[in-house]
């Protein structure tokens, strides 16, 4: 059974920072890609951010580049997202994915909370 468990979501204020960690169990971590996703209340999700398989490529909504950064470390099976100089409108829900791109297969996390206020 596959299952992806993020952490690390929270209250915090504008300007302040947060590291999101998503563990994937059940599935060969290294064959996927990930992505973090995010949706606010009355909003559809949208794509924050993406990683490779093996780490080498990342993209990025326009929203958040320069602020956030996605990682990887396969032996620990964990993708992390580190939010910096976070803002009211990063608000949401955050959801890791993962996807292996050749099976199609695909995975989602039950999401973790974020919320940012003053």
């Known amino acids: 059974q596959v299952q992806l468990v993020e952490s690390g979501g929270g209250l915090v204020q504008p300007g302040g920072s947060l590291r999101l960690s998503c563990v994937g169990t059940?599935?060969?971590?290294?064959?996927?890609?990930m992505n973090w996703y995010r949706q606010a209340p009355g909003k559809e999700r949208e794509l924050v951010a993406g990683?490779?398989?093996?780490?080498?490529?990342?993209n990025y909504a326009d929203s958040v580049k320069g602020r956030f950064t996605i990682s990887r470390v396969n032996n620990k099976n964990t993708v992390y997202l580190q939010m910096n100089s976070l803002q009211d409108e990063d608000t949401a829900v955050y959801y890791c994915r993962a996807l292996q791109v050749f099976s199609r297969r695909e995975y989602w996390g039950q999401g973790t909370q974020v919320t940012v206020s003053s």
């Open positions: 059940g599935l060969t971590f290294g064959s996927y890609a």
């Open positions: 990683i490779g398989s093996v780490g080498g490529a990342t």
